[in-house]
């Protein structure tokens, strides 16, 4: 039995054991949009522009960055505040690492330190500007200063391509439709 049956069965499971399944599938849901969005701006662009590996990681970083925000609101109201500290502690730190692992192998343990350094503030500035926002829009109203608007206009800029519609709105839609398959709730209400 992997560990992810165990939440789909409603048994428990530790803030850690939470954590490290949520943390890998933050990365690779990450970086599958992250590749859709390149597939996208490339498509548009005919081929002539394209997106440099290290511009796809810190597209990356943006989906991750957004994804942690979501958690850490859903995790205060499942979890309450002690427990939500612990869980998103630990859910940062495996997804900072497993990231840097998995671009960047070669990097030695001070170039990696530093690179740590620079996402968990990245992070952290992340989460402040969130804050500030709604997460969704209600029915009738623009989704102007929602998370998910301001994460789309991040993303847009990343590309080179401030304030374009296209790219703010597909990186919207690719987020929304990855909380589904993230399972955030599930997983947060498995923790015991």
Known sequence: MGLF???KKGQTVSVDDAAKA???????VSAGNAETVKKFYEEQTNGELEIDAW????????????FLHVSDRMSFDILGQDRR???????VELTVNSTIDTAFPELGSE????????????YNASQYEYGQYRMFANKKESTKDTVFW???????ERIGQPMNILYITLSMDLAIA?????HLNS??????
Not at 187 to 192: F, G, K, P, R
């Open 55 to 66: 511009k796809l990681w810190k597209i990356v970083f943006e989906f991750e960055f957004l």
């Open 85 to 91: 500290s612990v869980f998103l502690d630990r859910l």
């Open 187 to 192: 997983i947060l209400q498995s923790i015991d």
């Open 5 to 7: 049956d165990k939440f």
């Open 178 to 182: 990855s909380l589904e398959v993230l």
């Open 150 to 156: 301001e994460f789309g206009k991040k993303v847009a």
């Open 111 to 122: 170039e990696r330190g530093n690179l740590k350094g620079s996402m968990l503030t990245d």
């Open 22 to 28: 949520l943390s890998g599938r933050i990365l690779k």
